[in-house]
């Protein structure tokens, strides 16, 4: 039996610890594709929890039809997307209502490049370069580039085209290149 199909079939059997064997899995991937995209940590642990809460109650919806890693980065990304939009319209809100903006304190992730780099200036950049792109980009980016996510599971993560996935990475790429060649950030 595949070990995604076991480990579904035991969570949804109720088995001791199959759950939190799930939970253990694959909670890397859901922190990275949302606290790529929302950047806030608060926001990111409560996202991640809302994920692992809807992949609980919608795990009998799972076909098997892609792997469970997949199913569950979807789940994971619709839900940093709505979080966007959500937290887009109010800010609109407010913007048309006069009231002060709401500015979010960004929380910054350190990367194993970072350790691994011997200038640490230029990881320094280099990070702070990746954090002004937007967030798909920067999702993107660093799910390929950072976490050797090749880019057709990517695609089935996103449900974004490989074309589309391609070209945001080679525009996000030009302009990491461009910031760093003139040392804007």
């Known amino acids: 039996m595949h070990p995604d199909r076991a480990l579904v079939e035991a969570v949804l059997a109720g088995a001791p610890g199959a759950f939190e ?21 608060d926001d990111a642990r409560d996202l991640c929890q809302d994920t ?11 076909r098997h039809d892609c792997p469970l890693k997949h199913w ?5 990304y619709s839900i940093a997307l709505r979080h966007l939009e959500r937290r887009r319209i109010a800010l609109d ?15 910054v992730e350190t990367f194993d490049y ?10 320094r ?11 798909l980009p920067r999702m993107l980016l660093t799910l390929h580039h950072l976490d050797d996510v090749p880019i057709p599971e990517i695609a089935q993560i996103t449900a974004l085209p490989v074309g589309t996935i391609k070209s ?8 990491l290149r461009e910031r760093l060649e003139t040392g804007a950030t």
């Open 72 to 76: 569950i980065g979807r789940v994971a």
């Open 114 to 123: 970072v350790a691994a780099c011997d200038d640490a200036a230029a990881a």
């Open 52 to 62: 692992f809460l809807r992949v609980y109650q919608n795990l009998h919806q799972y």
């Open 21 to 41: 064997r799930l939970v253990g899995e694959y909670q890397g991937l859901c922190w990275h594709i949302v606290h790529r995209l929302v950047r806030d940590a």
């Open 93 to 107: 809100a407010e913007l048309r209502s006069d009231e002060a903006l709401l500015t979010a304190e960004d929380q």
């Open 168 to 175: 945001h990475l080679f525009r996000a790429r030009l302009k």
């Open 125 to 135: 950049r280099l990070h702070d370069a990746i954090e002004t792109l937007p967030p």
